[in-house]
């Protein structure tokens, strides 16, 4: 066997031998990092173990001391959401006063009458529909009244 064999077998046995080796740059990077955490949960078990309660008890308050400094935040962080909220929707609100103008301005360039104008032009047939249902009224009565006189 010649020393490039040699080379390529040391090189698939080491491979094979630490998976770590086969991956490539950002899988590995996750894989190790992956690996320390179980590796630090292992060791905080095996420290817990060791120390019994007393480090449970430790553990258990710099909890608490987490979660008050949490609990503080929290409002905080609930008054900058409705903030945001009320912020988003004059935003909002001013997006579609803009959109609203600006599509009504097209329309009129095209000549298109707009939601008003059509109202507009609705109530003023309404309005002679009216009038003339009104005028055949009249004249109806008249013709029956002139017809009653004749009698």
């Known amino acids: 066997m010649s020393d490039r064999d040699e080379h390529q077998d040391s090189e ?7 998976p770590l080796r086969a991956l490539s740059g950002a899988s590995r990077d996750l894989r190790k990092y992956t690996h ?27 909890g608490r001391e987490v979660e008050r400094r949490a609990k503080e935040k929290t409002p905080r ?8 909220r ?3 929707g004059e935003t ?4 579609e006063k803009a959109f609203d103008d600006r599509l009504g301005k097209a ?10 104008e059509v109202d507009a032009l609705r109530q003023r047939v309404q309005e002679l529909t009216d009038a003339l249902d009104h005028m055949e009224e009249d004249e109806q009565d008249g013709q029956n009244g002139g017809q009653d006189d004749s009698r």
Do not use: C
Not at 12 to 18: L, S
Not at 36 to 57: H, M, N, P, T, V
């Open 12 to 18: 698939q046995h080491d491979e094979r031998g630490h």
């Open 36 to 62: 320390q955490i179980w590796l630090a949960g292992l060791g905080a078990y095996a420290r817990a173990e060791e120390e019994g309660s007393g480090f449970f008890d430790a553990l258990v308050e710099a």
């Open 77 to 84: 962080v609930g008054d900058i959401k409705e903030r945001v």
């Open 86 to 88: 009320h912020h988003t």
């Open 92 to 95: 909002i609100d001013r997006m």
């Open 107 to 116: 329309l009129s360039r095209l000549g298109i009458p707009n939601k008003r």
